[in-house]
């Protein structure tokens, strides 16, 4: 497993025990990615974030219409800049870590989404990612109450989003009803922003079996998200899959003692149990029943 540095380490951490809003959310995404390319200056990311800002109020810093905003944007970030969504290699992890998505110009749409972010509020232009399912959306609010509302798609050259489009997005993306509900226009915070790109490299790092990673993942998850019991207990798990005893019984026994966060999933509960019980004795053969609860990739 990869260690964290000391000083990124305190970075999350403060993440961790904030309130889920972030000063800089793009500056904490790019030391998550920096986690994954060790040596790799941040001086150069960093000032392209800054170009973006002057970028974007060069081209319309002014506006106050949500539609004109939006406009602005995608013209920063789609024909200036040229990001766009990696529909040809919409797996690749690379997609995920925002310094290969700098370079690349290529994204997922919720690590494309951060870029937009980032730009917008520096503007002091309100801007949040939404719960739409199976694809990541953002809404950005014009200046005032008369100035709108419009939902935007980053991975779609910063379109604007009607109810048609929503519509299709979902018949595509998901197997819910194609029914708009009012459950996919709530608001999430910067930190669940962060944990849903971790997600996605969560997932892809399990479907290849690259345990260690995926061990890598959920410890910074911990460490930004520490009240979400569901990333101790799927961290426990992995370690005791790859029979890394010791800390798997320290993340599964800190499960129990937070139990009453597990919802009242009795079979989580068991799982957790079964497991410390059996580490003594099982081998490592045997631990590959381990069930995990994991999130859509978006």
Known sequence: MNEIDIEHKAHLTAVGQGDGSLADIAGTALILAALDRPG??????????????????????????????????AATLYDRHEYTGNEDYYDDLQNANLMSVIDTRRGLPISLSILYIHAARSQGWYVEGLTFPGHFLIRL???????????????????????????????????????????????????????????????RCLKVSDMGQAINILSRQVLIDPDEIQHHYELGMLLAHVGKD????????????????????????????????????????????????????E
């Open 246 to 297: 010791d800390l798997a019984r320290e993340y599964l026994t800190y499960c129990l003692t937070q139990s009453e966060k597990f919802e009242r999933n009795d079979l989580i509960e068991q799982q957790v149990i079964n497991t410390l019980k059996s580490l003594d004795k099982q081998t490592h053969e045997d631990r590959g029943g381990i069930v995990l609860r994991l999130p859509e990739k």
């Open 40 to 73: 790799v200056s941040f001086q150069k990311y960093e000032h392209h974030l800054k170009i973006l800002a002057l970028d974007l109020a060069a081209q319309g810093g002014q506006e106050t219409s949500a539609a004109a905003r939006a406009e602005a944007l």
């Open 141 to 203: 609010s014009g200046a005032g109450p008369m100035d709108g509302r419009v939902i935007l798609d980053p991975f779609n050259r910063g379109k604007i989003m009607d109810a048609r489009g929503l519509r299709q997005l979902v018949r595509k993306t998901s197997s819910s009803d194609v029914d708009l509900k009012p459950d996919y226009y709530q608001p999430v915070t910067d930190r669940e922003i962060l944990i849903r790109l971790l997600d996605n490299i969560k997932i």
